[in-house]
């Protein structure tokens, strides 16, 4: 009998058989599953179940991987930032799906992705962002697999080994240089500077700073919020400033402000809705900043350095002075110390010798 696309005939021994497309060959030729049941009922049941389960595995084994990133992406949209999701959409479409779009889920391999990782890194990318792609590509590949019930074996795809450089912190010498330029050449720009050199401010940070978040009585500053520059997703590629919560929620933090800042502070102080750096309503973005700062690099006859450097050398400077570590990656925002130790900081030998010195003191 064949009802509602259900094939079920009776067998000369008084078994049912049904038989249903579990899969496609190559050749588009249909490959069929079959169940056997004592009764009409029992192999129908068998049928409807093994049925549902191949169309299943079916719509998960052709679905392509451009349109499970679009299911993908309607998913996580609202429950990450908007920066998050920006930097998501930046990797698909300019990396992943130029590469993968038309090719079905299932037929993914390990191998085919380490093609893939290869061919970016002798793109010049580096090995710390290939594997910032691929590890993006396996949180939509995970929602795949649990959206669509198929399996993917990706135990063999190769990372690329990441080697962490050491960055060194600007010299003293060159720490001198800068602090007595900016000192004679004041300005918000130049008191900025001086908030990333002796806070360890993030520069979107900086940028996000207003006046209400400076506790003039108890000398306190609040990280409230961070400004950066995304990428909006309107086909056009453009882009926006966007002022958004920090980097994460122990970015949210108070940070005692020194002294000589303060006098700062008092001299510059406006309206509380007035953002720090530029003195109006509307921040300043982080590249006009960076900009600025190359500016003040070259007037002041210090060597070039990107400005995240200069975090870099507060978190140094602070660890060489004694600074409690704990405390230290409480101020940069931080989410455990290990991070602290492993990112920023890096004493010179000098450093190590006083402390050799100190333990050997009875």
């Known amino acids: 009998m064949e009802s509602a696309g259900i094939t079920i005939t009776k067998r000369k021994d008084g078994r049912y058989v049904g038989k249903f497309i ?5 050749d588009g030729k249909a490959q069929y599953q079959y169940v056997y049941g004592k009764t009409y009922t029992e192999a129908e049941n068998k049928l409807l179940i093994g049925r549902e389960i191949a169309t299943r595995f079916l719509s998960g ?22 920066s998050t999701l920006a930097n998501y959409i930046n990797k698909f479409e300019k990396h992943i799906i130029p590469e993968f779009g038309d090719v079905p889920c299932a037929d993914l391999t390990a191998g085919r992705i380490n093609v893939f990782i290869n061919k970016k890194l002798a793109n010049g990318l580096s090995a710390s962002y290939v594997r910032d792609i691929f590890a993006v590509f396996k949180t939509m590949l995970k929602y795949a697999q649990e959206e669509y019930g198929f399996k993917l074996a990706l135990k063999n795809v190769v990372l690329p080994k990441v080697e962490r450089k050491q960055v060194e912190k600007i010299s003293d010498n060159e720490q001198k240089k800068l602090v007595s330029y900016l000192k004679a050449n004041m300005s918000l720009t130049s008191f900025g500077i001086m908030l990333s050199l002796f806070m360890g401010l993030r520069i979107g940070e900086l940028c996000g700073l207003k006046w209400g978040d400076v506790d003039f009585t108890h000398k306190t500053l609040h990280i409230r919020r961070t400004v950066q520059r995304i990428c909006i997703t309107n086909g056009n590629r453009k882009t926006k400033v ?79 002075r004694g600074f409690n570590v704990k405390a230290l990656s409480a101020v940069l925002g931080h989410s455990n110390v290990t991070l602290t130790l492993n990112r920023y900081i890096h004493p010179d030998h000098s450093y190590e010798r006083r402390l050799m010195n100190m333990c050997m003191q009875l």
């Open 22 to 26: 579990a899969d496609y060959a190559v």
């Open 61 to 82: 084994r052709y679905v392509t991987i451009d349109k499970v990133y679009q299911e993908w992406l309607n998913a996580v949209g609202n429950r990450v930032k908007k």
């Open 242 to 320: 966007m002022i958004s919560a920090p980097k994460s929620a122990t970015s949210f933090r108070e940070i005692a402000i020194p002294d000589m800042l303060m006098w700062y502070f008092e001299m510059f102080r406006d309206k509380p809705d007035h953002f720090i750096l530029s003195g109006t309503d509307k921040p300043t973005e982080p590249r006009t900043m960076q900009y600025r700062y190359k500016r003040i690099l070259l007037s002041a006859d210090v060597e070039n350095h990107n400005y995240h450097k200069l975090r870099h050398t507060f978190a140094t400077n602070s660890a060489e």
